[in-house]
């Protein structure tokens, strides 16, 4: 599998085209005719998408639209490939306005259309690219950069870095790249954002094998890109950083690590990328007697594929998003499973979550040009900002723990009834289901239904008693009830509150970076700190998402930031810059105030969005926009300045 997906010419043959055709996303593919036929009348009034159907499967088509739809596509189709004329000049932007309003069904404010161009990427890569080089503005300067991890974030802070030529080490702890995909590998873990969305958008490919990939598919994609960008020469594997000390008077990093066989080494740098991410510490609860169990016991994210689960006692300790992927695989081998549930996810459906993407729709994305982007643009929009709305607290609704506004209530009305489908016929586990706090507030499950089902079959009991203890032979709910068990699994997340940890980070005047936060990470844009000059952050405090875009969408506009304040940098012939504390302070005001005013904010439900002071230091609460646009330009007014 490559990164890059080569097009195909359409056949001669009608009938091969007529084959494929039922399988194809038809929204998605007549905007791709209108582009390439230059024919906006390609884009039928009578196909324009209804929002309130828009996320069901063909955006709602009823079967008279759907068979409208693939008349206009063959049409526009065999004219494009019979008249021979190629693809088309870009089109104006008026014309690509009015297909976007088409793609979105709905008016599209010419605010966000540089993002949405962006995201298209009708001319490759060019608007995302950097557009600068260090040999043409400052060519006899050394200067390079370390990026801490080979994830997600690494991958894509490295690849831009390079492309603007600056030199680059990468320190992997890891004896590969993925980060989490590489890490997690419990079975059923797989990705719960469309693949065609979770990937980078300089780096498409046409045939994805599943719409939410498992993860060995996704760690061979982030391997391949690793490969084609030429990064694995440059990344030190099995590199642990101990500590990072920033050196005033040579204004660089100075970097120790150490290696698997003990040996340490010393890096300077004139940057620092930190792109450890926040979900890579397991998190163990605090429950009593948790280290005197006899038996096997393990965390999901370390899977101990050495313990035979077939015909044991399986206890599995908490229901969250990565628990609801490997709870029904468990299923499938233990002679009996109690899954141990403290809080009710909220279950968002997914009907195509396990399925595998049908022939008929690579073979379009294979075919016809700009599909691909279309498609992508499509799936970009609906969860541009997605359900941010629901997510709003409405102080004259008024906000209760059912629900925090109209839009909130009828998200929650929506997922009972998918809950109670599930569930038909069994009050005990529809009750056990059916979430006591407003959706949104913690993270939601994309789910298929094998959950809920898993549940139903007569090996596996759901436990909602609180866990008094744990003891040798098994687990001891509130209710005095031993139960016993073989094998302990702990699906119960990641310390994500506490980045960075364990490296020790000293910044200017000796601040240590942990003393500074104090349990309470913050940073400017989520991307840098005051004190720790040249120092940049990639899916750091307050850039999680969860009601609307992707997260390798963010890390891409903090990446394209990082890279922009090298190029102030580099220009400006200055030695280092961190944001001014004022600045950082009202900034995370901000933050603070609007997630007050979003359900995870509100709530008082458990979540890994809160940190120990209660704050929460996770999350994002503004639009996707909003995000891009705070991270086009640094304002040389924000930060601190230091000539060189």
Request: hydrophobic letters at 40%; one cysteine or more.
């Amino acid at each position: 599998m490559g990164i890059t997906s080569k097009l195909s010419p359409l056949p001669l043959d009608d009938a091969e085209i007529l084959k494929q055709l039922p399988e194809a996303e038809l929204l998605a593919l007549l905007t791709a005719v209108a582009h390439i036929t230059d024919d906006l009348d390609v884009l039928d009034d009578r196909l324009y998408p209804n929002l309130l159907t828009l996320r069901e499967p063909q955006s709602g088509y009823t079967e008279e639209q759907q068979t409208l739809a693939r008349d206009i596509v063959m049409r526009g189709l065999r004219k494009f490939r019979d008249e021979q004329k190629g693809i088309p000049a870009r089109p104006s932007l008026d014309r690509l306005h009015t297909i976007m309003q088409f793609v979105a069904g709905e008016p599209v404010s010419e605010r966000y259309v540089p993002l949405l161009l962006e995201e298209l990427a009708l001319d490759g890569d060019q608007l995302r690219a950097p557009q600068w080089n260090k040999a043409s503005i400052a060519p006899d300067r050394e200067f390079s950069a370390i990026i801490i991890g080979a994830g997600m974030s690494g991958i894509a802070a490295a690849h831009r870095l390079r492309q603007a030529g600056v030199p680059v080490t990468i320190l992997e702890k890891n004896e590969d790249v993925g980060g989490t995909w590489l890490e997690n590998k419990y079975p059923g873990c797989r990705v719960d954002i469309q693949n065609h969305m979770y990937s980078y958008s300089f780096a498409q490919r046409h045939d994805w094998p599943f719409f939410f990939s498992p993860r060995q598919v996704l760690h061979e994609y982030f391997r391949n890109c690793a490969e084609e960008f030429g990064l694995l020469p440059i990344i030190n594997f099995k590199t642990e950083v101990e500590s990072a000390v920033w050196d005033e008077d040579a204004q660089q990093w100075v970097v120790t690590s150490i290696n698997a066989a003990g040996t340490k080494r010393v890096d300077r740098a004139n940057i620092l990328v930190s792109a450890v991410g926040q979900l890579n510490r397991p998190n163990f609860p605090d429950i009593a007697g948790i280290d005197s169990f006899a038996g096997e016991a393990f965390h999901s994210a370390t899977w101990n594929f050495n313990v035979d689960l077939t015909g044991k006692k399986v206890a599995v300790i908490g229901t969250g998003a990565s628990a609801c992927q490997f709870i029904p695989q468990v299923a499938k081998q233990a002679g009996e499973l109690y899954v141990f549930q403290r809080t009710t996810p909220w279950m968002i459906p997914a009907p195509r979550y396990q399925e595998t993407v049908p022939n008929g729709f690579n073979w379009m994305l294979s075919h016809v040009p700009f599909y691909a982007e279309w498609y992508r643009f499509s799936m970009f929009w609906r969860g541009a900002e997605g359900m941010l709305p629901a997510a709003t607290v409405d102080p004259d609704y008024p906000p209760t723990e059912k629900s925090v506004g109209l839009m909130n209530e009828m998200m929650r009305q929506m997922l009972i009834e998918w809950t109670n489908a599930l569930t038909e016929g069994d009050e005990t586990l529809r009750a056990q289901l059916t979430p006591n706090y407003p959706p949104l507030s913690k993270r939601f499950v994309v789910d298929d239904g094998a959950f809920a089902l898993t549940l139903r079959q007569p090996h596996v009991s759901l436990v909602t008693d609180k866990i008094e203890r744990i003891e040798s032979t098994g687990i001891r709910t509130s209710d005095g009830q031993l139960r016993e068990v073989d094998v302990i699994i702990y699906g119960t997340g990641f310390k994500a509150s506490q980045f960075l940890t364990p490296m020790k980070v000293t910044g200017r005047n000796k601040t240590d970076l942990h003393e500074q936060w104090a349990g309470d990470a913050r940073a400017y844009l989520g991307v840098v700190i005051p004190n720790f000059p040249n120092f940049f952050c990639l899916y750091g405090p307050n850039t999680n998402i969860v009601a609307n875009g992707s997260i390798i969408y963010f890390s891409e506009c903090e990446v394209y930031y990082l890279v922009e304040c090298a190029r102030l940098l580099l220009e400006s012939n200055l030695g280092s810059l961190d944001p001014q504390q004022e600045v950082h302070d009202k900034y995370n005001e901000r933050i603070d105030a609007a997630n007050k005013l979003r359900t995870w904010g509100f709530s008082t439900v458990s979540s890994w969005y809160k940190n120990a002071h209660g704050r929460t230091a996770q999350n994002w609460p503004f639009s996707v926009l909003e995000f891009w646009e705070q991270t086009r330009v640094p304002e040389s007014s924000d930060y601190k300045l230091v000539s060189k």
